[in-house]
């Protein structure tokens, strides 16, 4: 997957408490790689975030579900002004790459945000461009499941314009924590109904913890 980054781009790898040695790896394939501690999809995120330098950032799973050279198109968009925040929408290739029980708490979500923010967004995917500045003025706290919604919403109430674009979404490698299972995908529901739950505005203390 690496290989497959955009040339002359900064890969930046989180491990956030693997036992597999794909931290090594990533290394050796010359991603600079950042440990973290706490365990959680926000707090692996954030402090990829933080490690950043460059002035767009880009966030996608390192499980081969999507292909990152699709991030440089959706780079030029930011760039070039055409939105503040660009999701990738995943478009399943071949049977079974997307559980059911997780189509349908991305359904749900989606329905619920479009309540909450008026965004009329499909998908809550983890593939997606921003400035980092603008970002890290958002104040995001969540620490876990709740990362990635809670970075739509503040974005949203901050009067960001939110797009997505179609990305093929293709069978992973491995088991997801969360998708891979009914239990892990409610988990991450919750985790997600919170953060709509917060007024437009509030900035509660950071939710730190073991990732479902």
């Known amino acids: 997957m690496l290989a497959r980054v955009p040339a002359g781009w900064r890969a930046i790898v989180v491990d956030n408490g693997s ?81 059911a029980h997780a189509r349908a708490g991305n359904f749900a979500l989606a329905r619920m945000l479009r309540r909450r923010t008026g965004l009329r967004l499909h998908d809550l995917g983890p593939m997606r461009v921003a400035r980092r500045e603008a970002l890290l003025g958002l104040d995001l706290s969540d620490r876990r499941s709740g990362y990635p919604l809670q970075m739509v919403v503040r974005a949203a109430d901050a009067g960001w314009r939110v797009a997505e674009t179609d990305i093929p979404y293709l069978p992973r490698s491995g088991k997801s924590k969360v998708t891979g299972t009914w239990r892990g995908t409610w988990h991450a529901v919750r985790d997600m109904r919170k953060v709509l739950a917060e007024p437009p505005g509030a900035r509660p203390a950071p939710t730190e913890g073991v990732s479902a």
């Open 19 to 99: 036992t597999d040695g794909s931290a090594d790896i990533a290394r050796s394939l010359g991603a600079t790689v950042v440990h973290e501690t706490r365990r959680g999809f926000g707090a692996a995120c954030h402090a990829g975030l933080l490690a950043a330098r460059a002035e767009l950032v880009c966030f996608c799973d390192c499980d081969a579900s999507m292909d990152p050279g699709l991030l440089a198109p959706m780079a030029e968009r930011v760039a070039a002004g055409e939105t503040d925040l660009l999701l990738g929408r995943r478009r399943p290739q071949g049977r079974g790459t997307w559980p």
